[in-house]
């Protein structure tokens, strides 16, 4: 069976490396939500991760992931969520919403 990739959501929890130019304040850690193009929730795992590593972020972990397709059948999605899903699709990439940081 030929897997074909398409937009996939997700939330993500990531830390901010203190060894590495960041865009969150060092040791904060973020929730976001990550729209990506990809084949399956693994290969969104692996992108994400790059993508995170790229930008001095470190991935803890990723819950809620499936296709945009099924979460925009069942549930409402913001604006934002929107935008990015369209972004992600025309680039073939990853997308991050607004990271949400706290501290512990």
Not at 25 to 43: H, M, P, R
Not at 70 to 82: A, C, F, G, M, Y
Request: hydrophobic content about 40%; glycine content about 4%.
């Amino acid at each position: 069976m030929v897997q074909n990739s398409e937009v996939w959501i997700c939330l993500a929890h990531v830390f901010s490396d203190p060894k590495a130019d960041s865009p969150l304040e060092t040791g904060k850690k973020a929730y976001v939500i990550v729209l990506g193009y990809a084949l399956n929730a693994f290969d969104l795992e692996i992108k994400i991760k790059n993508a995170l590593n790229d930008m001095g972020l470190t991935l803890l972990s990723i819950e809620d992931e499936e296709p945009y397709s099924v979460r925009i059948s069942e549930w409402e999605v913001s604006e934002e969520t929107l935008e990015k899903a369209k972004e992600a699709e025309q680039n073939k990439g990853i997308r991050f919403t607004t990271f949400h940081t706290y501290s512990e």
